[in-house]
């Protein structure tokens, strides 16, 4: 699997540590040295299938491939705007394509799950081109009141166009259940079904642990996927973990000892964006001409489940 394009989209808006610390008890000094942020976009007059849409049209016109030649569309998202149809298959009409549709859910892990579904279908000889696009707008299921977790979020898609060709792809996924991280959903009424007890409705993190399960699983999943490949840490040129903590990049970052700029970031300026965070470091990345020919990667992500998993491919 090759990859042949990217594409990102982020709101206009743009919601600093300094504007959170006059709306709720926090302040800039506690966000960034806890999580590296420094601000994050945040949707307020467009919505998130606006953005998905966006990121898949940019990731069409950078792969400079026609959108006939898509043969399947695959969205992550945690909460679409619509409950059915899929955004996937709305972006499939945005884009003029008839091709097959579908969105998966593996919460924060998803642009490595859904990677894994397009290696798949271009090995299975069911498609050569796959349009994956990762959107999620987390400010919508955090609780404003709740300093803990509302500081964390932000907004944005992803898109990456993969296709035939290039070097094998190294793939490890795996889910470990935990109620760390989670968020209930109201039931729709019916005279048939009502919540037994009240829903509380946003997400609920235990933050300390959720960080010690991301540390864990990450490390365990690049070292698999790299010995998989015969490779050494070194030889990876960019490591693109999912941009949850600063933090959480540096303790990966040091087990494996490796110099920073092996691996970047964009957390300060576009705090958790779930499932977009890779694909919109990728394509930020792509856009400032940080990737060649040949370069191996590695990708890494975890999220609620406890699900996980690293991705090593050449670019
Ligand atoms: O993509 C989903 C995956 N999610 C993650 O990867 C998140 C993983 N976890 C983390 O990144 C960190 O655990 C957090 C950033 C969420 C929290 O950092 P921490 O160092 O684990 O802090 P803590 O939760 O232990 O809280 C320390 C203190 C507490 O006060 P006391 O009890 O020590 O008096 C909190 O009430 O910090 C307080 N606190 C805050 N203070 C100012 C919590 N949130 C805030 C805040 N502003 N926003």
Redesign the pocket.
């Known amino acids: 699997m090759k990859i042949l394009g990217t594409g990102s989209s982020v709101p206009q808006y743009e919601l600093t540590n300094d504007m959170l610390s006059e709306m709720m008890?926090?302040?800039d000094e506690?966000?960034r040295t806890?999580?590296g942020i420094r601000s994050r976009r945040i949707l307020t007059t467009e919505t998130i299938t606006d953005l998905a849409v966006d990121a898949a049209k940019k990731c069409i016109t950078q792969s400079n491939i026609p959108t006939s030649e898509i043969d399947y569309i695959l969205c992550h998202i945690i909460i679409p705007d619509m409950t059915t149809p899929s955004l996937a298959s709305i972006i499939n009409k945005e884009l003029g394509c008839t091709c097959p549709t579908l969105d998966l859910n593996a919460a924060?892990t998803g642009f490595i799950y859904a990677l894994d579904v397009a290696d798949s279908l271009i090995k299975a000889g069911k498609a050569k081109k796959v349009l994956v696009v990762c959107a999620e707008k987390p400010t919508h299921f955090v609780d404003w009141n709740k300093?803990?977790t509302c500081?964390?979020f932000g907004d944005a898609a992803g898109a990456v166009l993969v296709g035939q060709g290039g070097d094998e792809c190294y793939f490890k996924l795996s889910t470990h259940p935990t109620d760390a991280?989670t968020c209930k959903r109201i039931a729709t009424p019916s005279p048939f079904y009502h919540d037994k007890e009240e829903v509380y409705p946003y997400l609920e993190?235990r933050?300390?642990d959720?960080?010690r399960l991301?540390v864990h699983n990450s490390f365990e999943d690049i070292k698999s996927v790299v010995n998989e490949a015969g490779v050494t840490f070194s030889d990876v040129k960019y490591y693109l973990l999912?941009q949850?903590?600063v933090r959480?990049l540096e303790a990966i970052r040091n087990e494996l000892n490796l110099q920073e700029e092996c691996f970047p970031h964009n957390i300060e300026c576009r705090g958790?964006t779930?499932s977009a965070s890779i694909p919109l470091l990728m394509d930020e990345m792509n856009q400032s001409n940080k990737f060649s020919e040949g370069d191996t990667l590695v990708l890494s992500a975890?999220?609620a489940g406890f699900t996980s998993g690293a991705c090593l491919l050449k670019w």
Do not use: P, Q
């Open positions: 008890d926090t302040s506690w966000i806890r999580t924060c300093r803990e500081v964390l991280l993190m933050g300390r959720v960080f991301a999912h949850a903590n959480i958790n779930s975890f999220g």
